[in-house]
């Protein structure tokens, strides 16, 4: 599996997000989300990379700890994409573009989502990948793509810029859009029948492997009018979300049936004295889907599009969680992580961040005295704590070991406040505590958890004996963690956390 989605939770629950509609389902359901893919951006015509962050929605998704992983979509298409990213130097113009957005608002990657292109693309976009690939894999960053239904037998324009053995390499995941296999303009039937599903994503794996796919899955449905189409046969079917598909069914006196073979919802309503045929996916519909999905071993799921759901979707999005609340075995240490703490240790970095777990979840006395206790567990280089009484995806907090092995060392030079330096893009100055951030161990604080994970600096970089190995390295200390750089190891990995949880937890 790709490094980069080792501490990604799975299966990964996916969605994408397109305007208000989308904002009001992502807010009311967030707390049932791993990833969110908004429309932050567009491949202009004239080959320019448009858009940017939607701050209410960023500042939404981190605070709940969510990964954000936003889509550039393409204006040009077939011949007119062809003709910008011919052009070699516009193509990687486009990736530093790209790449600047990622790492300019710390998003944890890309999706590029460019469909309406021909057989002529085909080499364009792998090459495109490739170089997007390139330059964001050293920065931790993910490089994903959407990429539309095919097999080996496929022979559509629609489908035939997408290379899948040649694309594999070049990728950590992509999106199979496995819907739209009936169309507005097509005859009616299910917009995600089971059978095609599996045959595209058993053709998907052979190419990329489960653990680099998604199973797309739509939250909306189609609306055929079958008596309007007898006398015009270019009458195209509407999309309706699954609030508007339960209100026609009451408001008409509709009938749901369930069709057993492709797995899906369909409404059959009269309006207006016009037969209506309605094919949508309800929670009977996504719960054959995921079965499918852990049946072929898939990395998770992507929805689109929030809005177009329905509150009967959630339930069996929540379950799949209970798989996340399994324990994780390690037998390095002979401990286990689950629940909340695992859910926490996932999505915040993992093994390189917390190391592995050392004890077993504990009952510690809590700061708020009395009787009370708290639910902790020790890790090698944290320690987490419970706090059930906040909203779920907040409720797992550090302990400040970095201020409990600094205490009683206030007076000595580096833990001395210092003046606010001369502001750059490598110093960062927290008045909150007077100490600053440099260079790489900046670079990591901002790229690895930041404020949330670390807390505020408390000293600046100073030289110090390690007590496990008794070498001498520059660290620096923050409230619940201990940086240090090791020369010795290869660049991108030499700043490593202190084993403050591991010194926490011999000293009970």
Not at 199 to 208: D, I
């Amino acid at each position: 599996m790709s490094s980069i989605l080792t501490p990604w939770p799975q299966p990964l629950r996916w969605t994408y997000t397109v305007g208000d509609r989308s904002w009001a389902s992502l807010q009311a359901n967030i707390g049932n989300v791993d990833v969110v893919s908004p429309n932050f951006f567009r491949l202009s015509q004239t080959g320019q990379v448009t858009g940017g962050d939607q701050p209410n929605l960023t500042k939404l998704v981190r605070s709940h700890n969510l990964r954000l992983v936003p889509m550039i979509q393409n204006d040009p298409l077939r011949d007119a994409f062809n003709a910008i990213m011919s052009n070699s130097a516009q193509r990687q113009n486009i990736v530093n573009a790209i790449v600047a957005q990622v790492q300019n608002l710390n998003l944890d990657g890309i999706q590029v989502d460019f469909e309406t292109l021909n057989l002529a693309s085909r080499p364009l976009l792998t090459d495109f990948m490739s170089r997007l690939f390139q330059a964001l894999n050293p920065l931790g960053k993910l490089t994903s793509i959407a990429l539309v239904s095919r097999t080996p037998q496929s022979n559509s324009e629609f489908s035939a810029a997408y290379d899948y053995p040649a694309l594999a390499p070049v990728i950590d995941l992509a999106t199979i859009m496995t819907y739209d296999f009936a169309w507005p303009g097509g005859p009616p039937g299910a917009v995600a029948p089971i059978g095609k599903q599996e045959t595209v994503m058993n053709y998907a794996v052979s190419c990329f492997g489960a653990d680099k796919l998604l199973l797309g899955v739509p939250f909306y449905g189609y609306d055929w009018n079958l008596t309007g189409r007898q006398s015009d046969s270019t009458l195209r079917a509407p999309s309706r979300t699954l609030d508007e598909t339960l209100a026609l069914q009451t408001k008409y006196g509709g009938t749901v049936r369930y069709d057993e073979a492709a797995q899906a919802a369909v409404l059959d309503y009269v309006a207006d004295g016009q037969k209506h045929q309605l094919w949508f996916d309800n929670a009977r519909s996504l719960g054959a889907k995921f079965a499918l999905m852990q049946r072929l071993g898939l990395r998770g799921f992507a929805a689109w599009r929030m809005g177009h759901d329905g509150a009967e979707m959630w339930p069996p999005i929540a379950a799949l969680a209970q798989s996340q609340a399994a324990s994780l075995q390690f037998p390095q240490t002979g401990q286990a992580v689950q629940g909340p703490f695992r859910r926490f240790w996932e999505r915040n970095g993992g093994l390189p961040i917390f190391g592995y777990p050392i004890s077993d979840e504990l009952d510690e006395p809590s700061d708020a005295g009395g009787s009370q206790t708290l639910k902790v567990q020790y890790f090698e280089r944290a320690k987490f704590e419970h706090h059930p009484e906040l909203p779920a995806g907040q409720d797992v907090l550090l302990t400040l070991l970095g201020r409990m092995a600094v205490a009683g060392r206030e007076a000595e030079t580096p833990f001395q406040p210092i003046a606010a330096p001369p502001q750059s893009a490598a110093v960062r100055f927290f008045p909150e505590t007077s100490h600053s951030l440099h260079f790489g161990f900046k670079d990591y604080w901002e790229k690895k958890g930041g404020l949330a994970v670390y807390g505020f600096p408390l000293s600046e970089e100073f030289s110090e004996v390690n007590r496990d190995d008794g070498k001498t390295y520059t660290v620096q200390y923050f409230e619940r963690a201990r940086f240090e750089f090791h020369p010795e190891l290869p660049p991108g990995s030499q700043v490593l956390l202190g084993l403050l949880g591991k010194q926490a937890l011999a000293s009970k």
